[in-house]
């Protein structure tokens, strides 16, 4: 009963009071007192005095008395009666929430990395700090180096940084601080369109990104792309830097396509010699050619530049006798006989002569 006696500005004052408490972790406003050495004095209005560390703001970022600042609570009354007050926290608070909107919505951001290293790059974003990972770059930025060569895998990954690079956020766990971009993601949509437009058998032109081992790969208007070493051209390749070098703009015809990927060849833009050259061969012909190779079955021999045959262990003779590596040597010339021409499946088999 006893609150039926007090007064309405009684009743507004205590309203007034419980509602201008602070509550450790709220974002608050307010305006900046005084900037001495060791620390900011913050005007909260009603709710009293906030004190801000100096460490707590940026010596790149001038703060002034009578500026308007945001800050978190951290602690509602420390014993000098003021309220701790963070305005890196409320930063990165206000940092999160952009970023689980962001991630919500599947909206395309924009980052510049600052740094990289052999995993990724690294970049901010709303003052957060997030990681871009090698695996989620796009076919143009990705260092398709060999595996063994990790520096020039940072080397090219150096050339991103201070660049502007579209994104999408993968993943954000504000717990655990943890915040991953994509490219990949960010262009998917585009390139689905692209791919739509695509067909087996159409000519690209494309830069090329990367050469391995195992063949070329090629950026196709955002779309990787790659020519297996198989596919380079229609001699044997033993090495895919003999043709190609990064930065090359080159034309390849498209063999195959998966939902991320091209399969393209260079050699069949240009006639297979092979179809022209097995015309002056017949069965029967003896032949001079050079040992390109030798295997447990038998030895490879090139008869003519565009054309490779095979001696086949059969034909060497029996027992020990018969022992490619004991009968040729690699690059040695010596003289064959051609016993059967496959033109269909390309294969052409020869007979060994020996020489007295």
Known sequence: MA????TMDELLAGASSESQQLVQGETVEGKILSVKKHEILVDLGARGIGLVPRREVSFSKSVNEG??????????????GYALLSLRKAVKDRGWDEITDALEEGRTIEVVPFDANRGGLLAEYEDIRGFLPV???SAEHYPRVGSADKTEILQRLNVLVGKPIQVRILDADKKNSKLIFSEKEA???????????????????GVVTGVVDFGV?????????LVHISEISWERVNNPSDYVKVGDTIKAKIIAIDKERLSL???????DPWL?????????????GTVTRITPFGAFVQISPAVEALVHVSELGEGEDNN??????????????????DKENRKISLGFCNKK
């Open 3 to 6: 609150k039926a006696n007090l």
């Open 67 to 80: 500026d308007d600042v945001t800050a978190s609570v951290i602690d509602t009354e420390m014993d000098n």
């Open 135 to 137: 695996s989620q770059l």
């Open 187 to 205: 262009i998917r949509d585009g390139l689905a369109q692209r791919f739509e437009k695509l067909k087996i058998g159409d000519t690209i032109e």
């Open 217 to 225: 790969f090629v950026n196709v208007d955002g779309i990787e792309g």
């Open 265 to 271: 060849s260079m050699k069949q833009l240009v006639e």
């Open 276 to 288: 022209s050259e097995i015309e002056q061969f017949k069965v029967g012909d003896k032949v001079e």
């Open 324 to 341: 490619p590596e004991k009968i040729f040597t690699l690059n040695e010339r010596k003289d064959f006989k051609i016993l059967d021409i």
